[in-house]
């Protein structure tokens, strides 16, 4: 016979073999005292539990299963409520035992936001807004879980989702399977990455800016932004993983409505410490300028030569960097 308290064997004795009652009624309490005895999770077992089994069994009495998640922040979905478009989770916030584990599933809505079902198969980060959507709402429903349970929040509804303004621009850039694509239409949130893997989407730092503004671009109809003070930007983030090392090529439309100053276009770790950087500016003397340039190197930079850039006039920069042959 063995006793244990807390998990450790506290006496034993040997005795001869016996046989056990199998009859006999089992209970707990009738206590000899008038002071309060306090019974839980009593168990018994048809076999000897071996040390190890009592040791785990009281080590699992003695941890905290921790808190469940609570959601202080419901997720956000940016990018268009149009057909052709793609949605993007913003995920929301959580308090809870870590780690949290989130899922996703896209939800159809009517008109008012209710009603919701969900979209077979759409369990991802982004959604792809397709016709069926037509005259309904989209919410994203974020699953969170942990050892403690789990909890849900469910987005704010989209717009009504319409058609759509046909764009041949759009269909020729994606076409061509962009890393990153940022129509840069948005009303307001975040800025959708409407390439096919939509993993980057981007967010705007500072106030300095005029959303929705007249687009640049003629075959579109979803409109543009304007930066108009010297620090705000927009940017990704998170850094962007999975660039090509040999090849890359951008390409922006702009319209500059003054050089007082140096003006990014484009720029990817541009001065950075660690592989070259590269970028797509303006300067002051209406020159473009694309090149690469590590901290603490060279700077490799072809310019446009010649002030080409006429304040006013919409422009299409595109710019190419072999990077094994051109540094």
């Not at 922040?73 to 940016?78: E, V, Y």
């Not at 987005?155 to 303004?165: D, E």
């Not at 041949?168 to 948005?186: K, N, T």
């Amino acid at each position: 016979m063995r006793l244990y308290v807390n998990g450790a064997q506290v006496a034993t004795k040997t005795v001869g073999a016996l046989a056990l009652n199998t009859s006999a009624g089992f209970f707990t309490g009738r206590t000899d005292t008038t002071s309060t005895v306090t019974i839980d999770e009593l168990a018994l077992y048809p076999t000897a539990l071996s040390a190890a089994r009592v040791q785990a069994h009281f080590a699992a009495a003695s941890s905290s299963s921790g808190t469940a998640p609570s959601n202080t922040a419901p997720p956000s979905a940016s990018g268009q409520a149009t057909v052709g478009s793609t949605l993007t989770v913003q995920p929301g916030t959580w308090s809870g035992t870590q780690p949290i584990t989130l899922a996703y599933q896209w939800r159809r809505c009517d008109s008012a936001g209710a009603n919701c079902a969900n979209i077979t198969g759409a369990t991802g980060t982004t959604y792809a807004v397709v016709a069926g959507d037509l005259g309904s709402t989209l919410r994203v429903r974020e699953s969170a879980s942990n050892s403690a349970g789990s909890a849900f929040a469910d987005s704010a509804q989209s717009a009504v989702v319409t058609q759509g303004s046909p764009s041949a621009y759009r269909d020729a850039v994606v076409a061509d399977s962009p890393f990153l694509y940022w129509r840069l239409g948005e009303a307001s949130g975040t800025f959708a990455d409407s390439s096919t893997g939509g993993a980057n989407p981007g967010t705007a730092s500072g106030t300095g800016l005029s959303r929705n503004v007249a687009n640049l671009v003629t075959a579109n109809s979803d409109g543009a932004l304007a930066f108009t003070d010297a620090t705000t930007n927009i940017a990704t983030t998170t850094a962007i993983t999975g660039l090509p090392t040999s090849t890359v090529s951008t390409e922006v439309w702009f319209k500059a409505a003054g050089f007082a100053n140096s003006i990014d276009l484009v720029n990817h770790g541009y001065g950075v410490v660690g592989s070259s950087g590269w970028a797509l500016w303006l300067t002051s003397n209406r020159r473009l300028h694309f090149g690469l340039f590590q901290s603490g190197s060279p700077q490799q930079v072809v310019d446009s030569a010649h002030r080409l850039i006429v304040a006013g006039r919409t422009t299409s920069i595109s710019g190419r960097i072999p990077l094994g042959a051109g540094r």
